[in-house]
Protein backbone atom coordinates (compact mmCIF):
# COMPACT_ATOMS: atom_id res chain seq x y z
CA UNK A 1 0.00 0.00 0.00
CA UNK A 2 2.40 2.01 1.08
CA UNK A 3 4.94 1.45 -2.46
CA UNK A 4 1.34 2.83 -4.27
CA UNK A 5 1.25 5.97 -2.89
CA UNK A 6 4.92 6.65 -3.27
CA UNK A 7 4.59 6.47 -7.05
CA UNK A 8 1.58 8.20 -7.45
CA UNK A 9 3.84 11.47 -5.84
CA UNK A 10 6.38 10.97 -7.65
CA UNK A 11 6.91 14.03 -10.33
CA UNK A 12 9.52 12.10 -12.68
CA UNK A 13 8.97 11.36 -16.00
CA UNK A 14 10.51 8.21 -17.17
CA UNK A 15 9.23 8.49 -20.82
CA UNK A 16 11.18 11.78 -20.95
CA UNK A 17 14.29 10.45 -19.65
CA UNK A 18 17.54 9.88 -21.73
CA UNK A 19 20.35 7.81 -21.48
CA UNK A 20 23.56 10.07 -21.06
CA UNK A 21 25.64 10.82 -24.01
CA UNK A 22 29.47 11.89 -23.07
CA UNK A 23 30.67 14.99 -25.62
CA UNK A 24 33.19 14.03 -28.31
CA UNK A 25 36.87 15.67 -27.31
CA UNK A 26 39.67 16.63 -30.04
CA UNK A 27 42.77 14.65 -28.86
CA UNK A 28 44.59 18.93 -27.87
CA UNK A 29 41.48 19.23 -25.46
CA UNK A 30 42.24 16.31 -23.48
CA UNK A 31 43.70 16.59 -19.85
CA UNK A 32 47.85 15.68 -19.77
CA UNK A 33 48.53 12.41 -19.38
CA UNK A 34 50.50 12.98 -16.29
CA UNK A 35 51.44 9.29 -15.46
CA UNK A 36 52.93 8.83 -18.96
CA UNK A 37 55.16 11.68 -18.84
CA UNK A 38 56.80 10.96 -15.34
CA UNK A 39 57.19 7.25 -17.11
CA UNK A 40 59.09 9.51 -19.70
CA UNK A 41 60.69 10.87 -17.52
CA UNK A 42 62.12 8.10 -15.12
CA UNK A 43 62.99 6.37 -18.26
CA UNK A 44 65.17 8.88 -19.38
CA UNK A 45 66.60 9.29 -16.09
CA UNK A 46 67.20 5.57 -15.34
CA UNK A 47 68.99 5.40 -18.63
CA UNK A 48 71.65 8.30 -19.08
CA UNK A 49 72.23 8.32 -14.41
CA UNK A 50 72.13 4.31 -14.39
CA UNK A 51 69.26 4.51 -11.48
CA UNK A 52 67.74 1.06 -11.03
CA UNK A 53 65.21 2.79 -8.92
CA UNK A 54 63.74 4.79 -11.79
CA UNK A 55 64.02 2.46 -14.44
CA UNK A 56 61.16 0.62 -12.10
CA UNK A 57 59.26 3.63 -11.50
CA UNK A 58 59.35 4.04 -15.06
CA UNK A 59 57.94 0.48 -15.57
CA UNK A 60 55.09 1.23 -12.82
CA UNK A 61 54.34 4.42 -14.70
CA UNK A 62 53.74 2.94 -17.96
CA UNK A 63 51.72 0.40 -16.42
CA UNK A 64 49.60 3.33 -14.68
CA UNK A 65 49.21 5.36 -17.97
CA UNK A 66 48.58 2.27 -20.09
CA UNK A 67 45.44 1.53 -17.61
CA UNK A 68 44.44 4.70 -18.10
CA UNK A 69 44.88 5.89 -21.58
CA UNK A 70 42.25 8.02 -23.17
CA UNK A 71 43.58 8.95 -26.93
CA UNK A 72 45.18 5.34 -28.45
CA UNK A 73 47.47 6.72 -30.77
CA UNK A 74 49.26 9.90 -29.04
CA UNK A 75 49.12 7.85 -25.80
CA UNK A 76 50.02 4.52 -27.12
CA UNK A 77 53.45 6.36 -28.68
CA UNK A 78 54.47 8.27 -25.17
CA UNK A 79 54.29 4.87 -23.35
CA UNK A 80 55.79 2.62 -25.94
CA UNK A 81 59.06 5.35 -25.73
CA UNK A 82 58.87 5.49 -22.10
CA UNK A 83 58.72 1.18 -21.93
CA UNK A 84 61.86 1.18 -24.50
CA UNK A 85 63.56 3.75 -22.16
CA UNK A 86 63.00 1.31 -18.94
CA UNK A 87 63.70 -1.64 -20.44
CA UNK A 88 67.19 0.00 -22.10
CA UNK A 89 67.71 1.16 -18.22
CA UNK A 90 66.82 -2.18 -16.75
CA UNK A 91 69.18 -3.95 -19.30
CA UNK A 92 72.28 -1.30 -18.78
CA UNK A 93 71.60 -1.36 -14.89
CA UNK A 94 71.45 -5.61 -14.45
CA UNK A 95 73.87 -6.78 -17.39
CA UNK A 96 75.71 -3.87 -18.31
CA UNK A 97 79.34 -2.90 -16.81
CA UNK A 98 78.75 -2.06 -13.15
CA UNK A 99 79.20 1.53 -12.02
CA UNK A 100 81.53 0.45 -8.80
CA UNK A 101 84.02 -1.53 -11.45
CA UNK A 102 83.86 1.94 -14.12
CA UNK A 103 85.20 3.99 -10.95
CA UNK A 104 87.93 1.60 -9.52
CA UNK A 105 89.50 1.47 -12.97
Not at 46 to 71: D, E, H, P, T
Amino acid sequence: MKEMSSTASDPRQPSTARPYVAPTLSPQDLPIDYSGFFAVIFGVTGVMLRYKLCSWLAIIFCAQSLANMKNLENDLKQISMAMMFAIMGLVTNYFGPSRLASKQQ
